[in-house]
């Protein structure tokens, strides 16, 4: 286990720089502090404590297809691929992204740029804004898919909030591997679970998402900071390492607090969209919604963050 000053060390450089930050955004107060509860054990017992005042579905009864996915993200920590969306829906989403501009998040000077016009080979992956990734065709109805809503409020104990959303492209014939390309655990909230769509196609060489199955669970390498594969394998097994790889439309969920890594392509591009599900918010959107609820049906709590 990592001792405790090496956990502070990965969010709070010092004292003043962590009172700094909460006093600038209340909400880095919690997140700044969630490196120290990184045992599985205290992680839990602090979601259910927060899940306690939480709303839930009134007569929840949720699907046995929810239920599914439920069990396996308690099990291994990740699901298996799911029924793809329709391809329609892929594929306006992928033209969408295709006609916006991204920036690279480390190289802000450079300015944005469309997915096939990278300003410099440096540059591993173009991400798009909150707003631009709400705007997208299709992408609010993926996000409150009621499977994944039931899901969530099974693994969470209440219901979930739909935080962290995002889209960016990877991309191949890059030296090496960058960010959240390495092997790491987020520790963007207290319990949670991402939702993981694929844009494009991917295989072994096209940046698949990879998994160690079980980590979730386990208090092992419990660092905020990025690991090799081969700790990680030597750690957890290789034999439990899983590569998801699909065509477009591939998706699954993962709680992310396991180790996982975005691969770095060897050829090609790839886009993903990701939302995340927490029980308590994180500091990753704006402080405040960015758009108008555009449909009554969607559910005001779940959106809060994202839908005024």
């Known amino acids: 286990m990592t001792p405790l000053k090496e956990r502070f060390r990965t969010r709070i450089p010092s004292v003043p720089a962590f009172l700094r930050r909460a006093a600038a955004d209340r909400r880095r107060l919690a997140y700044d502090l969630l490196p120290i509860a990184s045992t599985p054990a205290m992680r839990a017992r602090i979601a259910r404590l927060i899940a306690l005042t939480q709303p839930k579905t009134p007569g929840f009864a949720p699907s046995e297809t929810a239920r599914a996915w439920h069990r396996a993200l308690d099990d291994t920590g990740i699901t298996p691929t799911l029924p793809r969306w329709p391809t329609a829906w892929t594929d306006e989403l992928r033209a969408y992204f295709q006609s916006v501009p991204c920036t690279d998040p480390y190289r802000t000077h450079l300015g944005s740029f469309l997915w096939d016009q990278v300003p410099s080979t440096e540059t591993n992956m173009g991400y798009f804004g909150i707003e631009q990734v709400l705007k997208a065709p299709h992408a609010l109805e993926i996000f409150n898919d009621r499977r994944v809503l039931e899901t969530a409020e099974l693994y969470l104990g209440c219901k979930p909030l739909l935080d962290n959303i995002g889209c960016w492209w990877s991309y191949g014939d890059r030296p090496a591997a960058k960010g959240t390309q390495r092997y790491h655990r987020d520790f963007d909230s207290i319990r949670g679970f991402k939702l993981f769509l694929y844009l494009t196609d991917v295989d072994e060489t096209a940046g698949p998402h990879v998994y160690m199955k079980g980590s979730h669970t386990s208090p092992l390498l419990d660092t905020g900071r990025a690991q090799s ?45 990701v939302a995340q599900y927490n029980v308590n918010r994180s500091p990753h959107l704006p402080p405040a919604p960015v758009m108008a609820r555009p449909d009554a049906a969607l559910d005001p709590f779940v959106n809060r963050l994202l839908l005024a």
């Open 229 to 273: 594969d081969e700790a990680i394998r030597a750690a957890f097994g290789a034999e439990n390492e899983v590569h998801m790889v699909g065509g477009a439309g591939t998706w699954f969920l993962a709680d992310t607090f396991g180790f996982h890594k975005g691969a770095l392509p060897t050829t090609g591009r790839r886009l993903i969209l």
